[in-house]
């Protein structure tokens, strides 16, 4: 950290977290790393891997208790559990996850939303299969993460480009919102009825297509 912290990154990766002391821990070095290095106090965040051990995962409710600020996301680690407990291959032969890394990955997910901070799901290995990392990628993105970690460079512009909503979504989504334009709690809209999470939902697509709500 006294190397990294006078270049101003935006923030690090921190690993193999098991619970919210680490997150003080390394905190508490930061600040001193910070005032050192003449930086604003809490400039350098922190995206966490936070499900790599079985202690970890049990421990995933400890994280929600206060909020940190420094803390703007978290990932979870498949491979590194699997290791951790003596298992064999984490995935079923079609690519799906075995049951205990679905838990581990929800565990993520639903702790990243309580918490108000990024969701991003793990690496998907197989870097030379842009249509495997494409589906693992929307997949993500549809089950709530907000992003994915790559593994590979050439996973980037892929990732990318699963988790931005397409043109066709972004039509959708203002067609929601006008569709409310009323004010009304509830409207059809090609023979469904919606009501204010669709609205939301909406609204959410277009924030992050870095559009303006309307």
């Not at 891997?49 to 400890?62: F, H, I, K, P």
């Not at 108000?116 to 089950?143: H, K, M, Q, W």
């Not at 939301?200 to 309307?214: C, D, F, I, P």
């Amino acid at each position: 950290l006294a190397a990294v912290v006078p270049l101003a990154p935006v923030g690090i990766v921190l690993p193999k977290v098991t619970g919210p002391e680490d997150l003080d821990i390394v905190g508490y070095y930061l600040d001193m790393a910070e005032v050192a290095a003449g930086l604003p106090q809490g400039q350098t965040k922190l995206l966490t891997v936070c499900t790599e051990t079985a202690s970890a995962v049990l421990r995933m409710g400890d994280l929600l208790g206060t909020a940190r600020p420094r803390l703007i996301g978290m990932l979870w680690g498949g491979e590194d559990l699997s290791t951790a407990l003596g298992a064999g291959d984490p995935r079923h032969p079609d690519g799906r996850w075995r049951s205990m890394y679905e838990h581990a990955r929800n565990q993520c997910l639903l702790g990243c939303h309580a918490l108000g901070i990024e969701a991003i799901d793990t690496v998907y290995v197989d870097f030379r299969n842009p249509e495997g990392c494409r589906a693992s990628s929307l997949e993500a993105r549809y089950d709530g993460f907000t992003g994915k970690a790559a593994i590979h460079p050439d996973q980037v512009p892929v990732i990318n480009t699963a988790f931005t909503p397409t043109e066709d979504e972004i039509a959708h989504a203002r067609r929601v919102i006008a569709a409310f334009s009323s004010g009304a709690g509830a409207v059809s809209l090609d023979g469904k009825m919606l009501d204010i999470p669709h609205l939301k939902s909406a609204r959410q697509m277009l924030h992050s297509a870095g559009l303006e709500q309307e």
